[in-house]
Nanobody
Framework: QVQLAEFGGGLVQPGGSLRLACAAS????????VGWFRQAPGKEREEVSC????????YYADSVKGRFTISKDNAKNTVYLQMTSLKPEDTGVYYC???????WGQGTQVTVSS
């Protein structure tokens, strides 16, 4: 059974950092890529970053390039999103997603506010 579980959200001040984790089960990150998406109140869900299967090539939205880093640990079957220099506009619910199975995690709330 395919499952994704996100962890690590919270409240952080502007300029701060958070690391999100997405634990995958029912499939292997060796063979499937995973993406991070976010949805702010009143806005559409947008892709933030993704990492491919195998060698783990990465993609970043322009809005987070240079501030966010996606990585994975195949042994733990977990994808991470390191977020630095956070801005209020980064606030939203962050989800991970597997395109192949079209499965979404439950999401984790990130709030950037002073």
């Amino acid at each position: 059974q395919v499952q994704l579980a996100e962890f690590g959200g919270g409240l952080v001040q502007p300029g701060g950092s958070l690391r999100l984790a997405c634990a995958a089960s029912g499939f292997s990150l060796d063979y499937h890529g995973v993406g991070w998406f976010r949805q702010a109140p009143g806005k559409e869900r947008e892709e933030v970053s993704c990492i491919t299967r195998g060698d783990g090539s990465t993609y970043y939205a322009d809005s987070v390039k240079g501030r966010f880093t996606i990585s994975k640990d195949n042994a733990k079957n977990t994808v991470y999103l390191q977020m630095t220099s956070l801005k209020p506009e980064d606030t939203g619910v962050y989800y991970c997603h597997t395109l192949y199975y079209d499965y979404w995690g439950q999401g984790t709330q990130v709030t950037v506010s002073s």
